[in-house]
């Protein structure tokens, strides 16, 4: 499986930005889609995921804030993030997980920054 994240770039804080992420290869059976993100001297942490069935699952503090989103048909997700903030600035990963056995994808990742 591949993941090929887009839409990072430099923003100012309170705008807005959608990253997208095309999963292409051996995409049979993936069940959960997400993002992670690792800002500077920090450890990777849960943005979102998503299930093929649609439930989603947000990191508490970011919730209302981001909304993240999956179109099957197109092996893609995607993660709206509104009213951005410094603190939101980091590398953002995209995430695949097969659960049946369990195997696990991640992206290049794409750097957002968020200026005051």
């Known amino acids: 499986v591949q993941l090929q994240a887009s839409g990072g770039g430099l923003v100012q804080a309170g705008d807005s930005l959608r990253l997208s992420c095309a999963a292409s290869?051996?995409?049979?059976?993936?069940?959960?889609m997400g993002w992670y993100r690792q800002a500077p001297g920090k450890q990777r942490e849960l943005v979102a995921s998503?299930?093929?069935?649609?439930?989603?699952d947000y990191a508490v503090s970011l919730k209302g804030r981001f909304t993240i989103s999956r179109d099957n048909a197109k092996n893609t997700v995607y993660l709206q993030m509104n009213s951005l903030k410094p603190e939101d600035t980091a590398v953002y990963y995209c995430?695949?997980?097969?659960?049946?056995?369990?195997?696990?994808?991640w992206g290049q990742g794409t750097q957002v920054t968020v200026s005051s």
């Open positions: 995430n695949a997980k097969k659960i049946v056995p369990f195997m696990e994808y």
């Open positions: 290869g051996s995409i049979f059976s993936i069940t959960v």
């Open positions: 998503i299930t093929s069935g649609g439930y989603a």
